[in-house]
């Protein structure tokens, strides 16, 4: 909510830019903070050719929310079908051929 007063405040005779005031209420909602993540960002890991399916790449890169919001992961520029996020999102495993 904005609420805009307007009274001549400067005492110069006339109702102006200077005059008015902006007064804005959240009603008690705080702002969004963004996840906190256990590792720097970005986080790259590899794999070596062959690598058996199910296997873990890399350490689990875990994150968590100040608001209890749920968090989603995706795994950007992975060829289609080749590795999987595990049921707790926190580390990518290898699939089968």
């Known amino acids: 909510?904005?609420?805009?007063?307007?009274?001549?405040?400067?005492?110069?005779g006339a109702i102006g830019f200077d005059d008015f005031v902006f007064f804005a209420s959240s009603?008690?909602?705080?702002?969004?903070?963004a996840p906190v993540f256990s590792a720097t960002l970005?986080?790259?890991?590899?794999?070596?050719?062959?690598?058996?399916?199910?296997?873990?790449?890399?350490?689990?890169?875990?994150?968590?929310?100040?608001?209890g919001d749920s968090l989603a992961y995706r795994?950007?520029?992975v060829a289609t079908g080749r590795a999987t996020i595990?049921?707790?999102?926190?580390n990518a495993s290898c699939r089968p051929n």
């Open 1 to 12: 909510m904005v609420a805009v007063h307007a009274a001549d405040l400067n005492s110069d």
């Open 27 to 33: 009603f008690g909602e705080e702002a969004k903070r």
């Open 42 to 67: 970005p986080v790259t890991r590899t794999v070596e050719e062959n690598t058996p399916s199910g296997q873990p790449i890399g350490d689990p890169v875990a994150a968590t929310d100040a608001d």
């Open 75 to 77: 795994l950007p520029g």
């Open 86 to 90: 595990t049921a707790t999102a926190t």
